[in-house]
């Protein structure tokens, strides 16, 4: 009698832990896998996802941990006469593809978003979302990108001046896609798009964010990527397990990105603890491309269980400094050259808590400096970064 009582006590001591434990396991580190839109936009059907999902198990993404296959917007067809969203003619059998995807050992997503149309003028979840979100459990689907679109304009016409009320629709309606996707029991990562604004941050962990765009839309140019990446500072701290700034998707291996660009893009993103949804064709990646993406070193400080972003400690002109804590002590550091020429940059051991030297590798030298005291300079190419682990 009194083990039983004890039994319960301890249940009803341990509850709310537990349900804590199991929140935040959904996206506990950075969700990593890999988006169709950076590659085919409005393109993408059945055959390019499986592709993807072949080519993310033979490339050794997937062993790098790279899970999620995720379809971005222009799958979505019409609703049938009970208002159940079909895909279109690109995806025949949706169910099928997602047992496929999953049959790789891997995991898939899908897009929508709150307004009656999505960005790409398709079908949006305005009225159906519960529906929606029973539609995608039902097929299989592990996560969901919501994007705002179309939604914007119901902000507009309801809420017209009124810029408080119009960011309570907004809200409410994430709210809405929240709870939907609650009630259909399927853990999936709720991933929102509404490029960063009204200070989705502060308020998007609170209803159900696992990840949250803090931008608009990246592309492979090395303008707007460092335009992104480096406007991230400050932001750390609304970052932790279950819950991710997302600087967008990585373009890696896309456009003409140079070598020392596509490390510098790499080693932000690491640094930032963002999402790595690469964006590439996986089946056609050069050597340097998947070294970069498949670095075990570099992910293992994004996917750092810790789970602190790191932030910006420097600024001098077009040199930056980043640094991102780790897990027993241990930090990242990022050495940033964003100017045309080749830079020396000195690190002060002490502005990033080593005062007392520390032991250093470089990482993508894959080299160790042994102990390091007082500074460390290094030339770092245009458009480069040295990139430090540094232990006691
Ligand atoms: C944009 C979004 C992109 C992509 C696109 C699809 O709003 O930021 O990442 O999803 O819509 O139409």
């Not at 999936?188 to 798009?193: A, G």
């Not at 932030?311 to 930056?320: A, I, K, Q, W």
Request: glycine content about 10%.
């Amino acid at each position: 009698m009194l083990n039983g009582f004890r039994a319960l006590l301890l249940a009803a001591l341990l509850a709310p832990s537990t349900l804590f434990a199991q929140n935040s396991t959904l996206a506990a580190t950075p969700p990593m896998g890999w988006n169709s839109w950076n590659l085919f936009a409005g393109r993408v059907n059945d055959a390019d996802v499986r592709a993807a999902a072949d080519a993310m198990v033979s490339s050794g993404m997937k062993d790098a941990g790279y899970i999620y296959v995720n379809i971005d917007d222009t799958w979505q067809g019409e609703r049938d006469a009970q208002g159940n969203i079909q895909a279109n003619s690109k995806f025949p059998d949706m169910k099928a593809l997602a047992d496929y995807v999953h049959s790789k050992g891997l995991k898939i997503g899908i897009y929508s978003g709150p307004g009656a149309k999505t960005c790409a003028k398709y079908e949006g979840s305005l009225g159906h979302e519960a529906q929606d979100a029973k539609t995608y459990a039902a097929w299989g689907f592990d996560y969901l990108k919501y994007d705002l679109c179309s939604f914007r304009q119901n902000m507009n016409e309801q809420a017209p001046n009124d810029p408080a009320k119009a960011t309570q629709m907004m809200k409410d309606a994430y709210e809405k896609m929240h709870q939907a996707l609650l009630a259909t029991g399927r853990p999936i990562v709720y991933s929102f798009c509404q490029y960063g604004w009204d200070a989705v941050w502060e308020w998007g962990p609170g209803l159900g964010a696992n990840l949250w765009r803090t931008t608009g839309d990246i592309n492979p140019t090395w303008d707007r990527m460092t335009l992104i990446g480096f406007s991230q500072a400050g932001l750390a701290k609304y970052a932790g397990p279950g819950h991710w700034n997302d600087p967008d998707m990585l373009e890696v291996g896309n456009g003409k990105l140079t070598l020392d660009e596509n490390r510098t893009h790499m080693s932000l993103w690491a640094l930032l603890a963002a999402p790595l949804l690469a964006g590439n064709d996986l089946s056609q990646m050069k050597p340097e491309t998947s070294a970069i993406l498949t670095n075990r070193e570099v992910i293992a400080i994004d996917q750092d269980s810790l789970g602190k972003q790191g932030d910006r400690v420097s600024e001098v002109g077009p040199v930056e400094i980043w640094a991102k804590p780790l897990k027993g002590g241990a930090k990242a550091i990022g050495l940033f050259n964003r100017d045309d020429t080749a830079l020396p940059i000195t690190l002060k051991l002490s502005d990033v808590g080593f005062s007392g030297g520390a032991k250093a590798r470089d990482i993508w030298q894959a080299k160790d400096l042994g102990k390091l005291q007082g500074t460390y300079t290094a030339t770092v190419p245009r458009h480069g970064v040295v990139l430090l682990l540094l232990t006691k």
